[in-house]
């Protein structure tokens, strides 16, 4: 994913990659929550695991075959080792005393100690991390340069710290909600197996299939809001919706869903009780697993909401 969007410089550009990139993820996966399973349902294990080899064989073929046609970005060395200079950076100079004006931080290798422009002022959120671009006696090189990374970094790298940890409760939220989702699909294979699963006199569905539901409206909510619904929002209000914004949508959505999951699951647990079925193995409860489709597909609408907007 990373590496497809650094095919693009526009950000609208990135938005819309972002956007089809899970189109196809989720696209791609229908094959997989369909056929295979039902392979593996009906003929074998070992040849559903050969489709699935055969399938990541052709991928890696694919990528390889273009990589000449990429664009390469050259490496900007490990964010992480940025991360840790910056908090040793701030512990060490926890005793600094932090000069007026803004000045005597380092803004870049040839720019230590210049007065700051309006854009580079460090923030005031988590101020204790700008004591990291703090310029010390020995920690410049004479053309201005950063003679020691670990006691001296710039004003950039301590505000991309500080980035990160305004994020950290949008991550935390989006771990939450993945564990929702990740239950929820677990225990509608679990309804389904129990549910009638005919479809017509001759088929019936394999109950890992209904996954399909999710996938299938995903890649037409995004499809729409890429194509149907964005065009006509930014005429009106003159500008897309933030993020942020389609993150909280998703979430709402999202947890919709999971009220949706939960009535189903009420209504069949209200059916298998009055058959008085409490415990009997193998008892078909005489309710469509149709009924799943609904907080399925209300599911895949907050994730083409959630996931992109997370990405970006």
Known sequence: ???????????????????????????????????????????????????????????????????????????QGSPFTD??????????????????????YCYGPHEAGKPPSSSDVPSQNFSFLSRAALISQGDTNPDGSIAKPWRLCTVQQAEDFKALIRILPLWTSSIILSVLIAIQSSLTV?????????????????????????????????????????????????????PLQRIGLGHVLNAAAMAASALVEQRRSTIVHAHNAEGRAGWIVPMSALWLVLPLTMTGAGEALHFPGQVR
Not at 4 to 32: C, H, M, S, T
Not at 44 to 67: D, E, H, K, M
Not at 231 to 237: E, G
């Open 1 to 75: 994913m990373t590496m497809g969007a650094d095919q693009f410089e526009k950000p609208r550009d990135q938005d819309i990659f972002f956007n089809w990139y899970f189109v196809a993820l989720y696209a791609g996966a229908i094959p997989g929550f369909t056929a295979t399973v039902y392979v593996q349902d009906r003929v074998s294990w070992a040849l559903g695991f050969g489709l699935c080899a055969t399938a990541g064989s052709i991928g890696v073929a694919a990528l390889l075959l273009g990589a000449r046609f990429y664009h390469k970005p050259s490496a």
């Open 83 to 104: 991360l840790a200079r910056v908090l040793v950076a701030a512990i060490r100079k926890r005793r600094i005393a932090v000069p007026p004006n803004n000045l005597g």
């Open 190 to 242: 679990l309804q389904a197996l129990t549910m009638d699963r005919s479809l017509g006199h001759h088929f019936t569905i394999p109950a890992g299939s209904l996954q399909v539901v999710n996938l299938i409206a995903m890649s037409f909510f995004l499809s729409l809001l890429d194509r149907l619904l964005l065009p006509p929002w930014h005429c009106l209000i003159r500008h897309i919706p933030t």
